[in-house]
T-cell receptor, first 110, second 114 residues
């Protein structure tokens, strides 16, 4: 069974204080790893797809990387508006569903 | 705005009742997925339809059913509702049914069972 574990569960940063979120996964036949951002009471918002180890993607202050066992979401010089829950999900094998981790709740204080 | 629409936004009903949640995918997307999000379980996959046909099933209860219509909109039917069914229900869509396509989520329907 596909498993996704995210850490830490919660992270509090000061504005401008860079950090990383971790997503470790155990799957058979990774098709893709996805990062989403979710604001309270809203639907997850797609950020990145990573397909193979070594791949990196960037968007504004966010950079996602992938190895064979984990993915990192690096946040550089975060702003209060980056506060949200960040979700990692995998798609593997013959399944096209997404298996999600529990998420990391990021709070950026001004 | 993801382009995926869901109605209603909120639904309050009593135990034992039946409700229908509706989803319209993004223009051009053929796959629709349903997910349930509760505080303790996180986002859980329920079921996928691709171009009108059921493609994959997750931990969907027998009391729940879904379908995708010829115009590609989808409905999730929940019956004999229990207190534990209270959750956010999300619909997502993607362009294809095979391959690692990103899924775009709707705003969700918050179901409260009293």
């Amino acid at each position: 069974e596909d498993q996704v574990t995210q850490s830490p569960e919660a992270l509090r940063l000061q504005e401008g204080e860079s950090s990383s979120l971790n997503c470790s996964y155990t799957v058979s036949g990774l098709r893709g790893l996805f990062w989403y951002r979710q604001d309270p009471g809203k639907g997850p918002e797609f950020l990145f797809t990573l397909y193979s180890a070594g791949e990196e993607k960037e968007k504004e202050r966010l950079k996602a990387t992938l190895t064979k066992k984990e993915s990192f979401l690096h946040i550089t010089a975060p702003k209060p508006e980056d506060s949200a829950t960040y979700l990692c999900a995998v798609q593997a094998g013959s399944n096209y569903k997404l298996t999600f981790g529990k998420g990391t709740l990021l709070t950026v204080n001004p | 705005d993801s382009g995926v629409t869901q109605t209603p936004k909120h639904l309050i009903t009593a135990t034992g009742q039946r409700v229908t949640l509706r989803c319209s995918p993004r223009s051009g997307d053929l796959s629709v997925y349903w997910y349930q999000q509760s505080l303790d379980q996180g986002l859980q996959f329920l079921i996928q339809y691709y171009n009108g046909e059921e493609r994959a099933k997750g931990n969907i209860l027998e009391r729940f059913s879904a379908q995708q219509f010829p115009d590609l909109h989808s409905e999730l039917n929940l019956s004999s509702l229990e207190l534990g069914d209270s959750a956010l229900y999300f619909c997502a869509s993607s362009v294809g049914g095979q391959g690692a396509y990103e899924q775009y989520f709707g705003p969700g329907t918050r179901l409260t069972v009293t």
